[in-house]
């Protein structure tokens, strides 16, 4: 059983469609983090997101802390071909990141 | 980018071999770590170091070794390869407790037959 779980687990939109990917877990963590990853690459930092409650927003990405520290969710408005790749949120906690089990998100021209 | 050299990039193994990959950095970060990544389970922790001759294992360290000799290396062992290992394998770094962004290899794809 992994300590974050992510939903769903594969998406496929239209472009211009809004999508939200959820990871959530029982367990609280200092920080949370989303990353992107391109097959054949390793994953890419997109945002950190530290205080309960906390709302960050890159560009059409609009990223959320849950207030207890113990969920996060990843929202894309207007989604463009350039966003597909695999999600994942990966949660601090001490010496270790623990790594949700991934969203693959696919944006049909 | 964040100097991490990962090697081989790919390999192909009998079961049963002894197969080591390498993780280089170029950074001097404090933190190293060894991942694998398969469908439907993200990235799991294999294990990681937090400085020279000081390693902890992860949740998925069964038939799995490291060492960490020097600052800048840290070599992943499969002492006697099993199917059930092929994947791939990532090594990620970070400079202190305080940092909170890892940065990541590109990647070891391993195949065991």
């Known amino acids: 059983t992994q300590l974050l779980e992510q939903s769903p687990q594969f998406l496929s939109i239209q472009e211009g469609e809004n999508l939200t990917v959820y990871c959530n877990s029982s367990s609280v963590f200092s920080s949370l983090q989303w990353y992107r990853q391109e097959p054949g690459e390793g994953p890419v930092l997109l945002v950190t997101?530290?205080?309960?409650?906390e709302v960050k927003k890159l560009k059409r990405l609009t990223f959320q802390f849950g207030d207890a520290r113990k969920d996060s969710s990843l929202h894309i408005t207007a989604a463009q071909p350039g966003d597909t790749g695999l999600y994942l949120c990966?949660?601090?906690?001490?010496?270790?990141?623990?790594f949700g089990t991934g969203t693959s998100l696919t944006v049909i021209p | 980018d964040a100097g991490i050299t990962q090697s081989p990039r790919h390999k192909v193994t009998e079961t049963g071999t002894p197969v080591t990959l390498r993780c280089h950095q170029t950074e001097n970060h404090r933190y190293m770590y060894w991942y694998r990544q398969d469908p439907g389970h993200g990235l799991r922790l294999i294990h990681y170091s937090y400085g020279v001759k000081d390693t902890d294992k992860g949740e998925v360290s069964d038939g799995y070794s490291v060492s960490r000799s020097k600052t800048e290396d840290f070599l992943l062992t499969l002492e006697s390869a099993t199917s059930s290992q092929t994947s791939v394998y990532f090594c990620a770094i970070r400079g202190t407790w305080r940092d909170t962004e890892a940065f990541f290899g590109q990647g070891t794809r391993l195949t065991v037959v």
């Open positions: 997101v530290v205080t309960g409650g």
């Open positions: 990966a949660g601090v906690i001490g010496n270790q990141f623990y």
